[in-house]
């Protein structure tokens, strides 16, 4: 704690009412990120691509919705055009790999460094 002037003392930070749950997304995290390099690497494969997408579009999804409350801003960001460009893809017919390798490396790069402590 700090001392201020005659004694007085500042008052600690109140705890971060997110704290708890910042922890378990970046836990979650973790697992994603594996998760995610696993569906890519499967997407690959014609026979199971459009399953392959459908699993990276839900993790982009279920990211989307909560990091940028977190604090997670730049994956926020990230993780929703992803699920939005898959989302329209998916119901739009034939898919293109390629069309989504840079948003999935930008996604796959922004977990990675929400995970190491570099919020963004």
């Known amino acids: 704690m700090l001392v201020q002037g005659s004694g007085k003392r500042a008052p600690s930070p109140p705890p971060d009412p997110l704290g708890?749950?910042?922890?378990r997304f970046l836990?979650?995290?973790e697992?994603?990120?594996?998760?995610?390099?696993?569906?890519?690497?499967?997407?690959?494969?014609?026979?199971?691509?459009?399953?392959?997408?459908?699993?990276?579009?839900?993790?982009?999804?279920?990211?989307?919705?909560?990091?940028?409350t977190l604090g997670f801003h730049i994956l926020g960001e990230v993780?929703?055009?992803?699920d939005q460009r898959l989302s329209h893809a998916l119901k739009s017919g034939p898919l293109e790999l390629?069309?989504?390798?840079?948003?999935?490396?930008?996604?796959?790069?922004?977990?990675?460094?929400?995970?190491i402590g570099h919020p963004g």
């Open 79 to 82: 993780a929703a055009e992803l």
């Open 31 to 68: 697992a994603q990120t594996f998760e995610l390099a696993m569906l890519r690497r499967a997407a690959e494969e014609p026979a199971g691509q459009r399953q392959a997408l459908a699993g990276i579009m839900a993790i982009a999804h279920r990211v989307a919705g909560v990091a940028s």
């Open 98 to 115: 390629r069309e989504f390798d840079g948003t999935v490396a930008r996604f796959h790069a922004a977990l990675h460094a929400a995970r």
């Open 27 to 29: 836990a979650a995290a």
């Open 20 to 23: 708890p749950i910042r922890a």
